[in-house]
Structure formats: structure tokens, C-alpha cells
């Protein structure tokens, strides 16, 4: 099992950048593929992320490519989302998330291990 803890989100402003953070506790977390995901009031969920076991690959959904990348260090037990050139579309709560298997699904059914969430707005 693992847990996950969410932190770096905050306010910005259109065509601003953040960085979040999802930290995970234990000591397999390279064994885990990890993905990030969205949740804005009154709109469907997404997952906007997600990368390999290994940080070699990635995936991403259409309405983030090129402007959010996601990485991660195994030796700090840390996944990473950089985001830049923010829009207010991307108001939502981000909620890391975890998953045994190794295909890099965006379907947030696949993922195991959900952390908190930290809180995203973008004012225009």
C-alpha cells in the first residue's frame, strides 16, 4: 500500500506556472505507475498525467499537452506536475494518484491509491 500527499497548489494567474508535488510513503514507489487527475465543481473529472514506473515514459491528456509535464524521482519517493501557461479552465482540485499496472492509462478507474487533493485556481 501506499499514501500520497498532494502540496504546491495555490492561486495564480492566467499565463502563470505552478509546480505540484504529490509525495508517497513506503519503500516500493518505483513500483507504482502514477498519474495526476483533475476535479472541477460541476464538470467531469479528468486524468491530466501520467508516467511509468521507470519516469521514461508519459502520457497526457489532449487539453494539457505542451503545456503541463509530469516527472518524477524514485529516489524521493516524489511525483512531480509542472504546469505552465495556465488558464482558468484549469480551476480544479489535483489529486495524485496510483496504480500497480504498468500501462500508462488516463482512466481514473485503473488508479489504486488516490491522495487528498491540493486545491488549483487560476483567476483570469
Known amino acids: 500500500q501506499v499514501q500520497l500527499v498532494e502540496s504546491g497548489g495555490g492561486l495564480v494567474q492566467a499565463g502563470g506556472s505552478l509546480r505540484l508535488s504529490c509525495a508517497a510513503s513506503?519503500?516500493?514507489?518505483?513500483?507504482?505507475?502514477m498519474g495526476w487527475f483533475r476535479q472541477a465543481p460541476g464538470k467531469e473529472g479528468e486524468t491530466v498525467a501520467a508516467?511509468?514506473?521507470?519516469?521514461?515514459?508519459?502520457n497526457y491528456a489532449d487539453s494539457v499537452k505542451g503545456r503541463f509535464t509530469i516527472s518524477r524521482d524514485n529516489a524521493k519517493n516524489t511525483v512531480y506536475l509542472q504546469m505552465n501557461s495556465l488558464k482558468p479552465e484549469d480551476t480544479a482540485v489535483y489529486y495524485c494518484?496510483?496504480?500497480?499496472?504498468?500501462?500508462?492509462?488516463?482512466?481514473?478507474?485503473?488508479?489504486?491509491?488516490w491522495g487528498q487533493g491540493t486545491q488549483v485556481t487560476v483567476s483570469s
Open positions: 508516467i511509468s514506473k521507470s519516469g521514461g515514459s508519459t
Open positions: 513506503g519503500r516500493t514507489f518505483s513500483g507504482y505507475t
Open positions: 494518484a496510483a496504480r500497480r499496472g504498468t500501462f500508462l492509462t488516463l482512466a481514473p478507474e485503473e488508479y489504486d491509491y
